[in-house]
């Protein structure tokens, strides 16, 4: 599976958009991008994937750059109960989802 | 709609003890993966599960650790003489079909929490 990188933290005031980046240059043709939370110590939360185009669910838009190699997740209106680390995981058709750092988003009143 | 289920959500052995850990999948998954996340570190994948069939077993420990998803009933991971160092949150997911395709979303429980003393 490709690498992902993605910022250590970021903060989001509420009521505004989170757009959490993620770099995944050595993506290839048939890997899809997931994105998953997990908010303290509670089981990862699925939140949305997509393999080319851009995807929006009632959780979050995914933007997938043309080239594949970035993608940009979107909480339209966070919440104080967004403050959770961010995922973004490239899977092929394997079996494991490999959770690297992530991203701790804390927003903030 | 139930999701994922794990119990107990908390566990306590000391060392020496075994601790069994059990998953019930979403209704309709017939997919189980167990993870692993010790303290300030990333889950990582451990097991993966069909009915009666380990697929892939490559992130489990090589002594010691085992799981098994019968025809019927939940998922268990055994963990046998455990050691301080088991000490971790074990979370479980599941899935409707195999790994490949999009469709394979998984999904995942609450979480065990294994404190050995």
């Known amino acids: 599976d490709a690498k992902t990188t993605q910022p250590p933290s970021m903060d989001c005031a509420e009521g505004r958009a989170a757009n959490l980046p993620c770099n995944h240059s050595?993506?290839?043709?048939?890997?899809?991008v997931y994105w998953y939370r997990q908010i303290h110590s509670q089981g990862p939360q699925y939140i949305i994937h997509?393999?080319?185009n851009n995807e929006t669910n009632e959780m979050a838009s995914l933007i997938i750059t043309e080239d594949r190699k970035s993608s940009t997740l979107i909480l339209p209106h966070a919440t104080l109960r967004d403050t959770a680390v961010y995922y973004c995981?490239?899977?092929?058709?394997?079996?494991?989802?490999?959770f690297g750092k992530g991203t701790s988003l804390l927003v903030t009143p | 709609n139930a999701g994922v289920m794990q119990n107990p959500r908390h566990l306590v052995r000391r060392r020496g003890q075994e601790a069994r850990l059990r998953c019930s999948p979403m209704?309709?998954?017939?997919?189980v993966y167990w993870y692993r996340q010790l303290p300030e570190e990333g889950l990582k994948f451990m097991v993966y599960?069909?009915?009666?069939?380990?697929?892939?077993e490559s992130g489990m420990p090589k002594e010691r650790f085992s799981a098994e998803f019968p025809k019927e009933g939940p998922s268990i991971l055994r963990i046998q003489q455990v050691v301080r160092g088991d000490s971790a949150a074990y979370f479980c997911?599941?899935?409707?079909?195999?790994?490949?395709?999009?469709?394979?979303?998984?999904?995942f429980g609450p979480g065990t929490r294994l404190t050995v003393l």
């Open positions: 997911a599941s899935s409707k079909r195999g790994a490949s395709g999009s469709t394979d979303t998984q999904y």
């Open positions: 050595t993506i290839s043709g048939n890997e899809y």
């Open positions: 997509g393999l080319k």
């Open positions: 995981i490239v899977k092929n058709s394997g079996y494991a989802l490999n």
């Open positions: 209704k309709g998954h017939s997919h």
């Open positions: 599960l069909q009915k009666e069939n380990i697929i892939d």
